[in-house]
């Protein structure tokens, strides 16, 4: 079965406000309620596929606002990050997909080495922000789903901007087979970090910009 890789921007700051969820306006609040709603509405789909997590997204959710993913349930991972995907896609932009894998982790570490075979610095690898996990902004440990669905990454623009003029770089020299996969994510890259380049110094520009990835599947 394949895994979807999704991408949009958001602030981390923006996201690690609700995590815990601390001095929220009003309209955090609301928003907070969306979030919930989605939750559950989350969870209903897992009920009606009969997966079971040991853990409701919607009570993932909570916890994490509550500033703890402490469940000793198996699949409470899958949960967390189900939770948290819905807190990041409610504070950031819609959101694309960047390509459908059968296994993503071993295109993007494939491509890692190809990469730095040519001369990418280790800093810039791909796969170490695609699969980061949540945003160091939260203060708290959330686990990881056991068998890696969903993901979680989150690149910084700061590094993002550099990257893309490494891989643009090398992009002729590395397998023929992974080039089209190396200019997507380019593509990617480059549509959100021009916009956060550009738009330096505007009411919504933030220096924690970031573009997180969401793989799912």
């Not at 891989?167 to 956060?196: C, H, N, T």
Request: glycine fraction near 6%; charged fraction near 25%.
């Amino acid at each position: 079965m394949s895994k979807i890789v999704n991408y949009s921007m958001a602030n981390r700051g923006e996201i690690a406000r609700f995590l815990p969820a601390q001095d929220l306006t009003a309209d955090d609040l609301q928003l907070l309620d969306k979030m919930r709603a989605v939750a559950r509405a989350r969870q209903d789909d897992l009920d009606h596929q009969d997966v079971d997590w040991g853990l409701p997204v919607q009570d993932a959710l909570e916890q994490l606002v509550s500033g703890r993913a402490d469940s000793t349930a198996e699949w409470a991972g899958s949960a967390y990050y189900a939770a948290l995907q819905i807190v990041i896609d409610h504070n950031g932009s819609d959101m694309s997909t960047l390509a459908s894998y059968r296994s993503p982790i071993t295109v993007f570490t494939t491509l890692d080495d190809q990469l730095s075979t040519a001369g990418v610095a280790a800093d810039l690898l791909p796969s170490q922000y695609i699969f980061s996990g949540p945003p160091s902004e939260i203060a708290f440990h959330i686990p990881r789903p056991l068998e890696g669905s969903p993901e979680i990454g989150c690149w910084p623009m700061q590094q993002a901007g550099p990257a893309i003029k490494a891989y643009r770089e090398v992009v002729d020299r590395i397998d023929p087979d992974l080039r089209y996969e190396l200019k997507e994510l380019i593509g990617a890259l480059d549509g959100w970090y021009s916009e956060w380049a550009d738009g330096e110094g505007s009411f919504w520009w933030a220096e924690d910009t970031s573009v997180f990835f969401s793989v799912v599947g």
